[in-house]
């Protein structure tokens, strides 16, 4: 009943352009919403708490990385919710000893961009190593594929300029043409498709989000 | 050489993650484990001070909106889920976003995935004012026919069906090569990222 009503006002909301619908859509998009989506951080949090304290407790396979993680967790939530998340603005907690500063930002700055950067570095030795296999040119479609890269790619770089003058300008052609069709052709499926899957969450023929019948 | 302890962590983080090019080890596995820590405690501090703060402690405190205590209480029903007995409760919160996102989802999709895509596709006769861009967009109305085709699978492909969509496969390898290019190209810019930082912000050894 809940997703029938909030659904049907939601689509409504769009179509109808009455003061009073946009007031309660805004509403609902900039308060209700937003805080019950910031609740919704608990069941991520929890779910990876209650997956490490399991791991330790059966002393599964890797389990003393486990105490990385929770303590890394609660380390810096303290650090983030006593010390402040904006270095202008500092929380009830200290977070410089002398010139050292712990600060959340700090933390943000030096432990996580690094290790999202290098994470996702790393994807390009494995990506390589996916494309020699994707790429050994066996048929027309796996040839069309390893051709259009190459020529993005090449294309992308003063290298590619060099050797062949028009390369940029066939890579950009690439872009916007063949590329721009296929996404499209693509799109209106996904379109299509989602939009046949928000209708049946909302008449209740979908009913998977509901889980294990309250198990 | 860097004399900043913060430039020397980020340096032996980064070392460890590229460890895992050797093969799975111990400090690959430390890294890994931090990195879930540290972005999970910077999630919850996210969410507390850019959210829940401005959005509900500080309305709800100065009687503004006291209402938001409802919403409140509908939102803690996530922790429900960790309940066994009312996990069932769960269920509300998720109801109401699921609810409203996938209602306000059918009327913008419709919008911009089906009504503008339809738009941009078709060919008018404006178009031609330059030759070329006439024949491109010709070239992109074929190719959304073909891509479209090869995913239609209410009908056995023969006859007609086979060659348009042979022609959609074309169209789709294109795409998806310009796809896969631009990420390695991506992922290779980050990598030289990381180098950037080693052997300049850490090591000193390149300006």
């Known amino acids: 009943m809940i997703v029938l ?3 049907i006002f939601g689509a409504a909301a769009f179509i109808i352009p009455h003061p009073i619908v946009k007031g309660i859509d805004g509403t609902m998009r900039n308060d209700v919403l937003r805080i019950i989506t910031a609740f919704s951080l608990v069941l991520g949090v929890g779910s990876i708490i209650q997956h490490h304290l399991i791991k330790v407790r059966r002393k599964a396979e890797h389990w003393p990385f486990s105490y990385v993680t929770l303590i890394a967790l609660v380390a810096s939530a303290i650090i983030g919710l006593f010390g402040g998340i904006d270095p202008a ?10 010139g ?3 600060h959340m930002q700090t933390l943000y700055e030096n432990v996580m961009v690094p290790l999202a950067a290098t994470m996702f570095a790393l994807l390009a030795f494995f990506m390589a190593s996916a494309a020699y296999r ?8 796996a040839t069309l594929l390893l051709i259009a890269a190459f020529i993005l790619m090449l294309g992308a770089v003063p290298l590619g300029r060099m050797l062949i003058r028009p390369l940029p300008d066939f890579a950009e052609w690439i872009l916007t043409v063949p590329n721009t069709a296929a996404k499209r052709g693509i799109m209106f499926g996904i379109g299509l498709g989602s939009i046949a899957t928000s209708l049946k969450i909302i008449l209740g023929i979908e009913r998977g989000w509901l889980g294990g019948g309250g198990k | 050489m860097s004399a900043d302890p913060w430039t020397w962590i980020a340096a032996i983080l ?10 799975e080890n ?5 890294a890994e484990h931090l990195f879930v820590g540290v972005a999970n405690g910077y999630a919850i501090t996210f969410y507390w001070h850019r959210v829940l703060v401005p959005s509900l402690i500080n309305p709800v405190a100065s ?6 205590i409802a919403v409140a209480v509908i939102g803690a029903l996530y922790f429900t889920r960790f309940i066994p007995k009312i996990s069932w409760l769960v269920r509300i919160p998720i109801a109401v976003m699921l609810g409203y996102f996938s209602g306000a989802y059918i009327p913008r999709a419709i919008d911009a995935q089906i009504l503008q895509q339809l738009r941009a596709t078709i060919v008018t006769r404006s178009m031609f004012g330059n030759w070329q861009f006439g024949l491109w967009a010709v070239i992109i109305a074929l190719g959304v026919i073909a891509t479209i085709t090869y995913f239609f699978f209410s009908a056995e492909q023969k006859g007609i069906l086979k060659p348009v969509s042979r022609i959609g496969i074309i169209f789709i390898m294109v795409g998806f090569g310009a796809s896969f290019g631009y990420t390695v190209m991506a992922r290779i810019s980050l990598f030289i990222g990381r180098l950037q930082f080693l052997l300049g912000d850490w090591l000193g050894l390149i300006h």
């Not at chain 2, 009687?63 to 938001?68: Q, S």
């Open chain 2, 26 to 30: 111990p400090f690959y596995r430390f």
């Open chain 2, 63 to 68: 009687g503004e909106k006291l209402w938001l």
């Open chain 1, 100 to 102: 050292f500063s712990f």
């Open chain 1, 134 to 141: 994707a790429f050994r040119a066996r048929n027309l479609e």
């Open chain 2, 14 to 23: 980064t070392l460890a993650v590229f460890s895992f090019l050797y093969k």
């Open chain 1, 5 to 7: 009503v909030l659904g």
């Open chain 1, 89 to 98: 603005s500092p929380g009830i907690l200290p977070t410089h000893i002398g």
